[in-house]
């Protein structure tokens, strides 16, 4: 995996800096012109996914395969050392991807989104015309106070309060990423620093800056379509919320599978599901055999 992993520099427009991005790229021999862009979860890194990848270019040999640590995430944080700005915006990740992706020639792109990684992926799609669809696992979805209950429900709400939401969540982030961290509900195998803490709050309080509302009413049209997968068990994104999400999508091909006994960290754990449920949407499918395969009474909406 080591010999895969290249360093771009890339300039941000917001802040104007040079920061070291990671990246995975693997270009097929006989490519369909279209690669497979991997985007990371909230807390997660593209190193954390190296057996989802691996499977990704023995599986399908037809499509190049791209996936990227985006600013705060992974090796990209740790080549910054320390995030100053008050919050990382969208717009910085997008960036990014339209970077590293113009670099490479790549015209055609299908997005694997977890989390976080979809939200990105939701916005790119709204600015990068050669997005031709997405597979978004337990996708980030605005407005979670709906769903939640509890401490993090009336967290939810306090942030989405006008017009103070930012200064509250400023303040309340860092408490509620240190009590996941405490009730290992962060990622296990970061070693989680007050650096690596505060980026998560800034790259959290970036995401506060979007609303699903908005980036479900898709500008460019979907060849591929949209598709989000989500395991009853998540205690992270709820059915509910994924569910919202799904009836906002503006466009001709959508769909919805809730998968039983899967919980958040999908790209991790359930390596062959998550393959075996992409190869269902993708042209030229797959030869490989696979030993799991998603079980036919699934809720499929």
């Known amino acids: 995996m080591k010999d895969f992993i290249k360093q771009k520099a890339v300039t941000l427009k917001i802040p104007n800096k040079n920061i070291q991005v990671s990246y995975f790229w693997h270009p097929s021999v006989t490519s369909n012109g279209c690669t497979l862009l991997l985007l990371p979860g909230l807390d997660e890194s593209i190193n954390d996914y190296q057996l989802f990848i691996l499977k990704l270019v023995e599986m399908f040999p037809h499509y190049s395969i791209l996936a990227i640590d985006l600013r705060g995430q992974g090796a990209t944080f740790l080549s910054e050392e320390k995030i100053n700005s008050f919050t990382i915006p969208m717009s910085n990740q997008i960036t990014i991807i339209e970077d590293i992706t113009s670099s490479l020639s790549i015209t055609s792109l299908f997005v694997i989104g977890l989390s976080y990684g979809a939200g990105v992926a939701l916005c790119a799609a709204n600015k990068l015309d050669k997005i031709e669809g997405l597979a978004l696992f337990a996708p980030y979805v605005s407005k979670f106070k709906n769903f939640k209950h509890g401490f993090v429900g009336m967290w939810y709400s306090l942030v989405h309060l006008n017009p103070f939401y930012k200064t509250i969540a400023h303040f309340s982030l860092p408490l509620y990423f240190r009590m996941a961290r405490d009730k290992g509900l962060l990622n296990p195998t970061v070693t989680w620093s007050r650096n690596r803490l505060e980026a998560l709050t800034k790259l959290s309080t970036g995401i506060l800056d979007i609303s699903t509302n908005h980036e479900t009413k898709l500008i460019y049209p979907m060849p591929l379509g949209v598709h989000l997968l989500l395991g009853d068990k998540d205690q992270v994104v709820s059915i509910g919320a ?17 998968i039983p006994n899967l919980d958040h960290r999908l790209l991790v754990n359930n390596v062959a599901i998550c393959c075996e449920w992409i190869s269902k949407l993708l042209p030229y499918n797959p030869t490989f055999p696979l030993k799991e395969e998603i079980e036919i009474n699934s809720k499929a909406i």
Request: hydrophobic share 30%.
């Open 242 to 258: 994924v569910e919202q999400l799904y009836n906002e999508l503006d466009c001709e091909k959508k769909t919805m599978t809730i």
